[in-house]
């Protein structure tokens, strides 16, 4: 069986730290690993106009941020087709027939979609594209016949979904599609990154991220005004790395060359740890050491980024090809489908028996 990779992201805004630790960096480790016979990255605008139907600038505007965040990170256009999920009608279309296969209440079930319906306000008055979204999102998968789908960990329950979906598919119109794995990456700390204000989450809407586009100064000023250890007053005082964000953005991002390079007085992060669990370490020094870090890590894929930038056209041209392969696969697996459902009818001789 063929090892194909499909994933993507809603362009809503330029792609975060939280985006790149928590799934690019691992899309481009699989791209590069040599393991994989198709690799398809997916530009969601549909399924972002899904809660921002009134907002239909903003995804297009944001189009060519998440093309440019992902050339910068290193998705290479000779190795994965980078696409635009509407620009692949076929996939409106797998989402039709899948509907009929899901409950409401399953959907209803769905713990993304339980919290984002909290975060938009929409109790009341759910959009059913919005609804729907997991049920599409499936469709993405299936159409590229996904044997691996990496993403945050947010998208589990999404994940799950899909293959209730392939189970339910297969099972009554015989086997027909495939079964994806969601692939997380093995740092815990890359899982979910905490905001620079210590929430949960990264996230635009509150305002607590570090863009991949950020410039250094934007980087320095965030970083050390970053939440730490509420509890650590003085430098002498013993300090907690768990659950802290300063520490925890060490965790997903150091690497002990690092220490030899901006701290030299500690040989790895067990050894910065311990210093500030004992006391007299201050904070300070240790997001002096992370700036470091980060300025480390970000430099390259801002230089990636505004190399890209000033060659539009190659990435438009980009997308188009990547968009071509995307839906002459699509086409394939959705032909294969409705085989399997005998709603192709005009290839289909028995009609007339
Ligand atoms: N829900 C994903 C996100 O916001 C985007 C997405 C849409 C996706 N379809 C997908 C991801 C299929 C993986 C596979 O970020």
Redesign the pocket.
């Known amino acids: 069986m063929s090892k194909i990779i499909?994933?993507?992201?809603?362009p809503t805004g330029r792609l975060h730290v939280g985006h790149y630790v928590g799934s690019l960096k691992e899309r481009v480790k699989l791209q590069n690993s040599g393991k994989f016979d198709e690799i398809y990255i997916?530009i969601?605008d549909a399924?972002a106009l899904t809660d921002n139907a009134e907002h239909p600038e903003k995804v297009r505007q944001n189009i060519m941020n998440v093309a440019l965040d992902y050339l910068a990170c290193g998705i290479d256009p000779e190795k994965a087709n980078i696409f635009i999920q509407s620009m692949v009608p076929e996939l409106t279309e797998f989402t039709f027939y899948y509907m009929n296969l899901v409950t409401v209440s399953r959907v209803q079930r769905n713990p993304t979609v339980k919290a984002e319906i909290q975060q938009r306000n929409f109790e009341a008055s759910i959009p059913v594209g919005f609804f729907c979204y997991p049920i599409s999102?499936a469709a993405?998968?299936t159409a590229f016949r996904a044997t691996a789908?990496p993403?945050g960990e947010d998208?589990l329950p999404?994940l799950e979904q899909c293959k209730e979906i392939v189970h339910k598919f297969n099972s009554v119109y015989g086997e027909t599609l495939t079964e994806p794995e969601i692939i997380l990456p093995s740092n815990k700390a890359c899982l979910r990154l905490p905001g620079i204000d210590g929430k949960a989450k990264m996230s635009k809407s509150l305002g607590n991220c570090i863009y991949l586009s950020d410039e250094p100064e934007d980087i320095k000023k965030k970083v050390m005004s970053m939440f730490t250890d509420p509890n650590h007053l003085r430098v002498e005082d013993p300090g907690q790395v768990e659950g802290n964000p300063v520490f925890i953005y060490l965790d997903a991002f150091c690497k002990d060359e690092y220490f030899a390079e901006f701290l030299p007085d500690y040989a790895n992060l067990d050894e910065l740890k311990a210093h500030y669990q004992r006391g007299g370490l201050g904070d300070v020094k240790v997001k002096k050491f992370l700036n470091n870090v980060m300025q480390a890590e970000l430099e390259p894929i801002r230089a990636r980024r505004k190399d890209w930038e000033s060659r539009k056209t190659d990435v438009y041209d980009i997308l188009k090809a990547g968009t071509e392969v995307a839906r002459a696969k699509a086409a394939q697996t959705l032909h294969d489908v409705k085989d399997a459902m005998h709603i192709n009818y005009f290839d289909d001789a028995d009609l007339l028996k």
């Open positions: 499909l994933t993507g992201d809603r997916m969601a399924q999102q993405d998968i789908v993403v998208q999404m």
